[in-house]
């Protein structure tokens, strides 16, 4: 099984957030799932990769053209894709994985776990979808797609697309089980 994993190329003011992103790495391996991800060697995107790695896991990364020098690509990969266009790099991490976790990150975590939970509401995939509330991290985003629910703009099966849990390892405990039954949500 490979996990998707989008998150943020900067480490974060916290250092909780650099040690999850750590223990994900290392339990992906451990478990004998490979990674996916951006194919940074900066901020949390290296921190997990390089974890993989250490743990003896398979990591592959996509990066486009235009990042490669600004994120500085990682250069140990199992696999490091280079493409032509974001587009091309979410459309690619997809298809190589078999559920996605969304870390703390930025506009483009943000952007790339959106872009998967619009593609599973529109029943272009059917693979468990997770977010790694790390010190209450997303807690506001949770709340945003409760209050879309509430309003009216997210059906109650929509928000339950998306599986949320601060632990790495429960978190991937219930995405896995979603990816056994063949189910969206865990």
Not at 54 to 66: C, F, L, N, R, T
Not at 118 to 144: E, I, R, S
Request: glycine share 12%; with cysteine; hydrophobic share 45%.
């Amino acid at each position: 099984m490979r996990v998707c994993v989008f998150c943020g190329s900067r480490s974060g003011d916290s250092p909780i957030y650099a040690e999850t992103a750590h223990i994900l790495g290392t339990l992906l391996a451990v478990r004998g799932h490979g990674l996916v991800y951006g194919g940074g060697n900066i901020g949390l995107m290296g921190l997990i990769a390089d974890a993989a790695l250490d743990a003896g896991g398979e990591v592959i990364g996509v990066i486009p053209q235009h990042l490669l020098e600004r994120e500085v690509a990682h250069a140990n990969l199992t696999q490091l894709h280079v493409v032509d266009s974001m587009h091309t790099r979410k459309a690619l991490m997809a298809d190589l994985s078999d559920l996605f976790v969304a870390a703390p990150g930025g506009f483009g975590t943000l952007d790339e776990l959106c872009e998967i939970l619009t593609w599973a509401q529109l029943g272009l995939h059917h693979k468990p979808c997770g977010l790694l509330n790390v010190a209450g991290y997303f807690d506001p985003l949770l709340a945003m797609f409760d209050q879309a629910t509430r309003e009216g703009f997210l059906s109650a099966p929509h928000r339950q697309l998306i599986i949320s849990d601060e632990d790495p390892i429960r978190l991937l405990d219930r995405l896995a089980a979603g990816v056994t039954t063949g189910s969206e949500t865990a």
